[in-house]
């Protein structure tokens, strides 16, 4: 479509002077993008301005023929040794393995259709292989000059704090790891945790209200559960236990992230890259582990938000008055479902969320692999829900036996029991009290979540 690009400045200069439509010697953003959609380059909104920005060194809104060609010759660089990198038996062509093996050296199993995919999109001629002319034709307009980059749009986003933290841990790239980035995100993340469960928190005590209160003789609908918890402490009871809630998400990062690297080492066959399964073991090790060390957290903070006003003067004395009454062993009240929730979260929610981003990528990936923020947002809130909807007869269980001893004189009953009992009593659905709060907090938990993480990335000075 356009002339190719070698070292001559004659190219350049035809190429510059057909996107210079205002004839002013400079190409601006708008220009650019419509030069390059005439020709027939698709681009997104962020796409023309990140060559814009890479390329204008001297700030001046404009693109001057020196800069244009700069940019181009540097980009073309770039282009040449990841195309190097790709091209594994040197033979000066890009095919379907080689493609899947490049992905499988980041950690990420294509499939044979899925290579041939990516290829066809860049293929221009038709041989099913690419050469570094289709190569270059196909990225040179596109500021993504890595595979990392390409890969990194479809990583299931660490944004979405749902208040469940029982999803997969990121991966970080050696990179990243390098740098220190990985502290950052782990802190943003953190961070927007812990705006969004305070933002939602009123739901989550009416969750919590629910799964222990609510049973068919004593039916609470939201609109009185919140006037009753209103009337008995202040606006203020609504936020019972978010303290601890918010509290307890450090530890947790913390200790999933370290121990997700310990369990992919394990996992890992000699040193080799880890499969899909093996990362999903890792995780759900990981989720296990961190869950484990800091469970005693979990039984207070029901606890808490269950109290009464003054009942208990704070987290301290919680705890202090659980050991006298109770000793250690209250601590890990429920531990049982909620660690065999674990499993059927963390799976669904996987499971769906790849299909979902594959059905994606098969239907809309024409022009760039980045699905927007959208999108990404919405298969995440999507499969966390499925993720949820199938373990939360465990967490209903899990949150009743961690209140059994709150509430006086009820006898303690086994995990086992206390399904038999609920399905006698309430039937199938007394499984799922509470999930209308529960759903009703994923959508502001999201977007708390994900504006939160982005400010404090910017703040951190982490660029995408």
């Known amino acids: 479509i356009y002339p190719r690009v070698e070292d001559n400045t004659k190219t350049f200069a035809d190429l510059f002077e057909k996107l210079d439509a205002n004839k002013d010697g400079k190409v601006d953003v708008s220009e650019l993008k419509t030069g390059l959609a005439a020709m027939g380059f698709s681009m997104g909104k962020g796409e023309a ?98 595979l990392q980059e390409i890969i990194r749009y479809w990583k299931h986003s660490t944004v979405l704090d749902i208040g469940d933290s029982l999803t997969i841990p990121d ?18 993340g953190g961070m927007a945790g812990a705006v969004s469960r305070t933002g939602t928190a009123p739901l989550d005590r009416m969750k919590v209200f629910m799964q222990v209160h609510s049973s068919k003789s004593n039916k609470i609908s939201l609109v009185d559960g919140f006037k009753q918890m209103i009337k008995e402490g202040g606006v203020a009871s609504l936020w019972r236990g978010n303290g601890v809630n918010v509290i307890k998400i450090a530890p947790e990062t913390a200790i999933k992230f370290m121990a997700y690297e310990q369990y992919k080492k394990l996992l890992a066959k000699d040193g080799g890259k880890i499969q899909s399964h093996e990362r999903f073991m890792a995780g759900s090790l990981a989720g296990a582990t961190a869950q484990t060390a800091i469970y005693p957290m979990e039984v207070m903070k029901t606890r808490l938000t269950l109290r009464k006003t003054g009942q208990y003067s704070g987290m301290f004395d919680c705890a202090k008055k659980i050991l006298k009454k109770e000793g250690v062993k209250a601590f890990y009240k429920g531990y049982v479902p909620n660690i065999l929730g674990i499993i059927p979260y963390a799976g669904i929610d996987l499971a769906v969320y790849e299909t979902l981003k594959n059905a994606w990528l098969s239907r809309y990936a024409k022009d760039t692999a980045n699905p927007g923020i959208l999108v990404l947002l919405g298969c995440g809130t999507i499969s966390s829900t499925c993720g949820q909807l199938a373990s939360y007869p465990l967490a209903l269980v899990r949150t009743r036996m961690q209140a059994q001893a709150s509430m006086e004189g009820s006898e303690q009953v086994s995990m086992s029991k206390l399904v038999k009992k609920i399905m006698q009593k309430e039937g199938f659905f007394g499984l799922y009290r509470g999930i209308l709060p529960n759903f009703m907090k994923v959508i502001p938990a999201v977007s708390i979540s994900y504006v939160v993480y982005e400010y404090m990335r910017s703040g951190l000075g982490i660029s995408k």
């Open 49 to 146: 301005q990140k060559i814009f920005a890479s390329g204008d060194t001297d700030k001046d809104e404009g693109l001057d023929f020196e800069e244009f060609s700069k940019y181009l010759k540097e980009h073309e660089k770039k282009l040449r040794l990841t195309f190097k990198s790709l091209d594994k038996n040197q033979d000066g062509r890009i095919d379907a393995r080689e493609i899947q093996q490049s992905f499988k050296d980041l950690g990420l199993n294509l499939t044979d259709r899925d290579a041939e995919k990516i290829l066809h999109s860049i293929d221009a001629d038709g041989t099913m292989t690419v050469d570094w002319n289709e190569w270059r034709e196909h990225f040179l307009f596109n500021p993504a000059d890595d």
């Open 171 to 188: 991966e970080f790239t050696e990179e990243e790891k390098t740098t220190g980035i990985w502290w950052k995100q782990l802190v943003a």
